[in-house]
Structure formats: C-alpha cells, structure tokens
C-alpha cells in the first residue's frame, strides 16, 4: 500500500474514534465550580446571564460539559471567554442538550437496542433476567423477548448505560482549544428565556386623601430551568427590542410560593434609553420560585383625589333625550413623580394597589391600576374605581340641526342637563369631562369651562353634603 494512502486511512480511523474519546473523557463542569454569577432581567422574559466558574483543562483539544446553564438558553448567544488567559481559549464546536433524562426518554433512546428484563416471582421471590430488543416506545411499549413479542412492560428494565446526548442537567457542550493555563477562570455569558420581573406598588392613603405612603416591589419569576446562586442581581426597565425567531424551546411550568426580602431602595442608574436597578447584595433565585425584593420606600407623598364624570362625543349630533339615570363617577388618584414629593425615581410599570385604613383602624382594600415606565418628574394618574355615593342624572333637553351656506358642513345646536348629587356626609367636588366632536363652542352655561383640550370642556362643580347641584349649558358644533 502506497504510504500517502496508509496515512489517509490512519487519519480516517483516528477521526472516527475522537467523538468517542471525546465523550470518554469529557470534562464536566458543575455549579461546584461556579465562583460569581450576575443576572440582569428584562421586562420581556429576557434576561442576561455571566456565569463564572474555575475550570480545570489540558493543553490542546478538550471536550468540555457546562452543566446547569439554563433550560431556556438561546445557543446562539453564548459566549465563553477566558478571564485567566485571555485569547488562548477558543471554542470550535457547541451543543446544546436540552433532552433531559426520564424513563420514558431513556427508553425512547433504545428503540432498536438490546436491555434486560428482571422479573421477580410472587410466590417465591426469585429473580430471573431476560434480554429483551426494544421494538416501540410510543404509545405504548413493544418488545421482542426470545422468540415473543410482548408489549407493555413486564418487569424492571435494566439498561447497560445513558446515551451521551441525555443530559440530567441542561448541559452546554463545547468543544475547546486551550494554548493557556491548566487552571482558568471563565465566563459563559448567554441570553435565556424564563426569567421575568415585574413591579408591584402597595399605596396607603391617609385620612384626607391627600397624602399617601408608598412602597414598590420586584417580584422575580424563575422558569429557566437552573438556579442561580448569590447572584448579582440588575433589573432593566424598558421596551428592549427583540428580533423572534420561530424555535423556541420547551418552558418550564411556574410553581412555587413568594419570598419576600426586605431591602432598601434600589440603586438605580440610566443605561442608553432604558433604566438600570440594581440591587444591594447577592440574591437566590432559585429554580421554578417566585421571589420578592424591595424596590422603594417613600412616605407621605401628595395626592389629589379627583371624582370624574366623563361624557362621549356621539350625542352632540342627534337627539338622545334620557342619557341615564344614576350614572357612575370615576374615582381617581394622582401623585406626581418628583423629589419634592419624596419620590424622584424612574418608576417600572406595574400594578399599583390602594389602601386605606377605616374608622376602626383596619387597612382596606380601594382599588388598584396599571402604569407604564414613568420617568421623573411626571405625573401618575391611577382609576381605583367608580364612586358609591356620588351619582348623576343626564339628560338632553334640546337638539336642532342649523340651516347652514354650504351643503357640505352640519351645524348642531344641543342642550343638555346634568344633575350630580353626593350622598355623603361632607362636600365634594366633581370634574365633568365633556368630549367635545368638531368645531364647538359654548352658547350658555350656568357654571364656568374650562378648554382643556381641542375637543374637552370640562367643569369642577362643587357638591354640599348630603345635596345635589344642577349643571346646565348649551353647546354648538359645526362639522
């Protein structure tokens, strides 16, 4: 045999036996190795993960399995680097096994393969093996066991090993090329699925309503599939755009009780267009687990408390007469987000919920609301509910259509009444909210608008205990 084709032969039957040295001497690396790990979560069940951990290697190729990353990792994202040598690390290869070992996975990977069957006599105990082939495992269990097919599963299965490619952990395989040190620190950074946070806002308000202490929460939700440690945790608030790819990888189902930890207000920084927060110590996150941790504290933040009556456009242009009998009145709650209230923070959205105490000391539940990203210095509008014991009775009382010079323009003339009464037992003042369609003006009125906007007039009527008050006016809209 020519010597250049012995030599192509010998790099053939080394080429196929490196995969399986490969496995044979793959090097694992467990949370045991782990040192530091930080995790910074997006709004959008994203989060950013830097693992570091000290992992032992030899000079040349090495085949190296980075357990417990997440279930949830996009592959394609990863990036391990070394810290000890930097760019003498490379990876050439990756994989990702996410084909976690059950039974039933166990046994669809020997369909076709041989395993032995124990069986375990009744009446006297003893046990006896057969070899059995694996013929199906879905929907059902078939096996050829001698020179008979039996399905089911008639004893305890013995297999002779797990396959290379059925990992108990979520498990990142790499294939590496190390020109460093033996010893090396590294880090594996990836983006994952899983991991979500959202705020949540507890308000009490104080006797008068117009003050109110508040107090904001993270709450963290772990699906991933891992834990994480003594984390470095940093939460980011905004709209991060995201490209979706059509895979996705299987979620993990949620479970698991709230953990609440008492902190104090967290660091907070801006980051590009978005927000950073970022908390004061490590923290757990453990595997399907709910987590709470401390956002902010402030006490004794002006409110304003405001009763609502909003109208609609539609019944400008015909004639509706009775416009309803015991109408609702909103009930609303605004602060504004600024130092001088003991605030000044970019707030995440979230949920918002109200408390008061009662007469007798007890804290009450009076409603709750969602808010978006809010930056300093704005206002928060929160709609806790509708009023019991302030109600209206709205009418129309005229409508005409007038005669106009051009045939391609409507020109309406309505009245209308509006009689708001206060059951309770001290005075209160009502904003009615009137949307205005078109071109409009008021003709007559028995209390002052005010043009909040193009198309909204609006009046503060005030309400005597236990009385009502009657608004009146004349509106025209051209159109």
């Known amino acids: 045999m020519p010597i250049h084709r012995y030599r192509i032969l010998v790099a053939g039957i080394l080429a196929t036996l490196i995969p399986s040295l490969a496995a044979a001497d793959e090097l694992r690396s467990t949370l045991q190795d782990q040192t530091n790990v930080a995790v910074t979560i997006y709004n959008e069940n994203l989060a950013l993960v830097k693992d570091q951990r000290t992992i032992q290697l030899s000079h040349g190729h090495n085949a190296l399995a980075f357990r417990d990353v997440s279930a949830r990792i996009r592959p394609e994202t990863a990036l391990l680097r070394s810290l000890t040598s930097p760019g003498k690390l490379s990876v050439i290869e990756q994989n990702f096994d996410f084909d976690l070992l059950t039974p039933q996975k166990l046994l669809d990977k020997y369909v076709g393969k041989s395993v032995d069957i124990i069986r375990t006599n009744p009446a006297t105990g003893v046990e006896t093996t057969e070899q059995a082939q694996v013929l199906a495992a879905a929907n059902g269990v078939v096996m050829k066991i001698g020179n008979r097919i039996e399905t089911g599963i008639p004893g305890r299965i013995v297999y002779p090993d797990v396959p290379d490619n059925l990992r108990d952990r979520p498990t990142l395989v790499m294939s590496l090329n190390n020109a460093g040190a033996t010893t090396q620190d590294v880090e594996l950074s990836y983006l ?89 110590r490590p923290t757990t996150i453990a595997e399907n687990q709910t987590k709470q941790v401390s956002l902010l504290t402030a006490s004794a933040i002006p409110a304003r408390k405001d009763l609502v009556l909003r109208g609609a456009e539609y019944y400008y242009e015909a004639a509706y007469g009775d416009l309803g009998q015991k109408m609702k009145v909103g009930v609303f709650l605004e602060f504004a987000n600024k130092e001088a209230s003991h605030l000044g923070i970019p707030l995440p959205r979230g949920v918002i919920r109200v408390y008061k105490k009662d007469a007798s000391g007890n804290v009450q539940f009076v409603g709750e609301d969602h808010i978006d990203h809010t930056p300093r210095n704005e206002k928060v509008r929160l709609k806790l509910g509708e009023a019991f014991d302030v109600t209206a009775d709205k009418k129309q009382t005229e409508f005409k259509r007038l005669p106009d010079t051009s045939r391609h323009i409507a020109l309406y003339e309505s009245a209308f009444e509006i009689v708001l009464k206060n059951a309770k037992q001290e005075a209160v003042m009502v904003t009615v909210q009137e949307p205005i369609p078109g071109y409009w003006k008021i003709m007559s009125e028995n209390f002052q608008h005010e043009k909040a906007t193009a198309n909204t007039a609006i009046w503060h009527i005030p309400i005597p205990a236990e009385g009502s008050v009657k608004l009146s006016y004349r509106a025209q809209v051209r159109r």
Do not use: C
């Open 192 to 280: 994952t699925g899983g991991l979500a946070w959202r705020a949540d806002y507890v308000a009490e308000l104080n006797s008068t309503d117009d003050k109110m202490d508040l107090s904001g929460w993270v709450t963290l939700t772990n699906t991933s599939g891992a834990s994480y440690r003594n984390a470095r945790l940093q939460l980011v608030a905004g709209d991060v755009n995201q490209v979706h790819d059509e895979t996705r990888f299987i979620a993990m189902a949620a479970k698991g009780g709230i953990a609440p930890a008492a902190a104090p207000r967290m660091a907070e920084e801006s980051l590009m267009e978005y927000h950073l927060y970022i908390l004061d």
